[in-house]
């Protein structure tokens, strides 16, 4: 049963770029959510994804958008990258309908925008 | 608002002991879980425990438990027999419970250290 996977592993932009992240959710998930976590910090929520349509939004920029797909696999898209936009993204996934949704991460994309 | 706080950065515990680590969080709602999450040097998110906030009696795995006080906000985790794979930044989180799947609130982490 494959987890949760994310690609690239490690990546590099610079400032005013764009940039996609992806996510695979774990088997027979249905809900895909994206955190930033800056170094040193705990996982801050920036979106949920569920049918196709951004369920839930934290307090992150429009810069910050996604997509998911039928097959339930997601992309992070972040525009007009800044320095501040570097941390570790990670992805979880859980199922939307379970009485108890825990949510399983990824391994996270480490981005570094210099 | 939803808050979570984790008042230690860093811990230190001789190897076979037992540590404790803190967490304080702050809500309205009445139904809610409250986790540990492990995060090793892998980056990976490893869930060690959690506790419906519905339920009295307090969470056990293995060497790992809890202490959930609903009325004080407080959800500590004490590990016994420490071992050195358990050196990891520990984040406690809060997600509120209903239809659907709602976001985790993460505290800032403790930097556990396992000292051989």
């Known amino acids: ?3 949760v996977t994310q690609s690239p592993t490690h990546l590099i932009k ?24 800056a170094l040193g910090q705990g996982p801050q929520f920036i979106f949920q994804y569920y049918e196709e349509e951004e369920r839930q939004r934290g307090n ?4 910050f958008s996604g997509h998911q797909f039928p097959n339930y696999s997601s992309e992070l898209n972040v525009n007009a990258l800044l320095l501040g936009d570097s941390a570790l993204y990670l992805c979880a996934s859980s199922l939307w309908t379970a009485t108890y949704n825990e949510q399983f991460f990824g391994p996270g994309t480490r981005l570094t925008v210099l | 608002a939803q ?10 515990v001789q190897e076979a002991e037992t540590v404790t680590l803190s967490c304080t969080y702050d809500t309205s709602e ?12 892998s980056r990976q998110m490893i869930l060690v425990i959690r506790q419906e906030a519905y339920k009295q009696q307090n ?11 609903k009325a004080a906000k407080s959800f500590s985790l004490k590990i016994s027999d420490s071992q050195l794979g358990d050196t990891a ?20 982490g403790t930097r556990l250290k396992v000292l051989a």
């Open chain 1, 1 to 3: 049963d494959a987890g």
């Open chain 1, 14 to 37: 610079t400032r005013g770029q764009q940039v996609t992240l992806r996510c695979s959710p774990k088997s027979g998930h249905d809900t895909v959510s994206w955190y930033q976590q």
């Open chain 2, 30 to 41: 009445n139904n809610y879980y409250l986790f540990w999450y492990k995060q090793p040097p």
């Open chain 2, 89 to 108: 930044m520990y984040f406690c989180a809060f997600m509120k419970h209903g239809a659907g799947t709602y976001k985790y609130i993460f505290g800032t």
């Open chain 2, 59 to 69: 969470a056990t795995e293995n060497r790992f438990s809890v202490n959930f006080q």
């Open chain 1, 60 to 63: 992150f920029p429009d810069r």
């Open chain 2, 3 to 12: 808050t979570v706080t984790q008042s230690q950065p860093e811990m230190s």
